[in-house]
């Protein structure tokens, strides 16, 4: 069974920075690619970033490209760096893996298997 616990989460004003991360309870890390989603209230849940299983290929929503890093290392943790924050950007941060990787990661919310509980990302001045 696979268990992601993210975290990082707070509160940020206008124009901050933070950096999530998720941990992964997994035997084989390498095998899933990733992503991180965000549902603000009253939304539907929305793709920010997914990386590969290898982090040889990134994708991000245009909404947050250029603003914000995903990355992962070897072993359990996936991370999001998000920078120039803004109220927009206010939402509970899930990751998610998709253990049908095959270096092409994907946007499609179903196409992912394992869902964190999510964190907390407020900006507010």
């Known amino acids: 069974q696979v268990q992601l616990v993210e975290s990082g989460g707070g509160s940020v004003q206008p124009g901050g920075s933070l950096q999530l991360s998720c941990l992964a309870s997994v035997r084989t890390f390498t095998i899933y690619d990733m992503a991180w989603f965000r549902q603000a209230p009253g939304k539907e849940r929305e793709f920010v970033a997914a990386?590969?299983?290898?982090?040889?290929?990134t994708l991000f929503a245009d909404s947050v490209k250029g603003r914000v890093g995903i990355s992962r290392d070897y072993w359990k943790t996936l991370y999001l760096e998000m920078n120039s924050l803004n109220a927009e950007d206010t939402a509970t941060y899930y990751c998610?893996?998709?253990?049908?990787?095959?270096?092409?990661?994907?946007?499609?919310?179903?196409?992912?298997?394992?869902w964190g509980q999510g964190t907390q990302v407020t900006v507010s001045s």
């Open positions: 998610a893996a998709d253990d049908w990787a095959d270096e092409t990661p994907t946007r499609v919310a179903a196409e992912y298997d394992y």
């Open positions: 990386i590969s299983r290898t982090g040889g290929t």
